[in-house]
């Protein structure tokens, strides 16, 4: 009875180890990157900028002389770039993320065998 548990666990932890960096690099990845997409989708729709641009003519507050729409296009501009920055700053950030999850076991079995052999 004792030698069939020690056999299966020792079975499992090494199938584990072998398995374990296929699926981080692939079915895993897979995961983390569609995460990450959904996040950026979701980020985005939050920020709405197709909305300010689709109204980027409209005059604000139903006010119709020139005045006013000249400021409300100057305004929208703005807010459309500001916008368009943060979106950018955001994709850089999940980027980044996504790069640190490929590196990240790469970092750790290097990190092993420096504490192990240094």
Known sequence: MQTGLITYVVREVIVGAVYAPIWWYTRGLLEAFKT???????????????????????????????????ISVFFRTIVICGKSIVLLIWACTLGGLFVLY????IAALYMITYHFYG
């Open 36 to 70: 990450l997409a959904k996040w950026f989708r979701a980020y985005a729709r939050s920020l709405a900028i197709g909305v300010w641009m689709k109204n980027l003519f409209v005059p604000m507050y139903g006010q119709r002389d020139w005045q006013s729409r000249i």
């Open 102 to 105: 490929l590196t990240l076991p």
